[in-house]
């Protein structure tokens, strides 16, 4: 594990909410705002922004728990900013206050767990489970 990685560290991401971004799109609702499901990978993507770059050669991490909340609503054409701050660092284990804001309030905040694996060997097990290997 890299020495590099210690709490503080502070990651963003940002999107533009398009029409393919809806909840109706993506079938987690019938209204034409943010889908939650889109908020989430925008939040895994501010954790990533905050420690990929550090990581070993070889080494990723892996998002294994979300607790989050989505307490607004934000329609197409607003901005949408996720933050990402690591609060701790336990052996492989990574932990993220995560939020995010659109352009009028705070819509989501929460924790977001990741885990650092050997990239190789995560490969080998996808593909031994998928039956290629």
């Excluded at 990978?41 to 989505?70: C, F, I, K, M, N």
């Excluded at 609060?87 to 932990?95: F, Q």
């Amino acid at each position: 594990m890299s020495d590099d990685l210690k709490p503080g560290l502070t990651g963003t991401a940002w999107m533009i909410v398009g029409t393919r971004d809806t909840a109706a799109r993506v079938g987690s609702g019938k209204s034409s705002v943010l889908a939650t499901p889109v908020m989430i990978g925008l939040l895994e993507e501010a954790a990533l922004d905050a420690v990929e770059h550090l990581l070993p050669e070889g080494r990723q991490s892996l998002g294994t728990r979300l607790d989050v909340s989505h307490i607004a609503a934000t329609p197409t054409g607003m901005r949408v900013e996720a933050t990402a701050v690591l609060e701790e660092v336990d052996g492989r284990k990574l932990v993220f206050k995560v939020s995010a804001r659109d352009e009028a309030d705070l819509i989501s905040e929460g924790l977001h767990e990741r885990i650092v694996v050997s990239t190789a060997s995560f490969d080998q097990r996808v593909e031994k489970k998928a039956g290629r290997g």
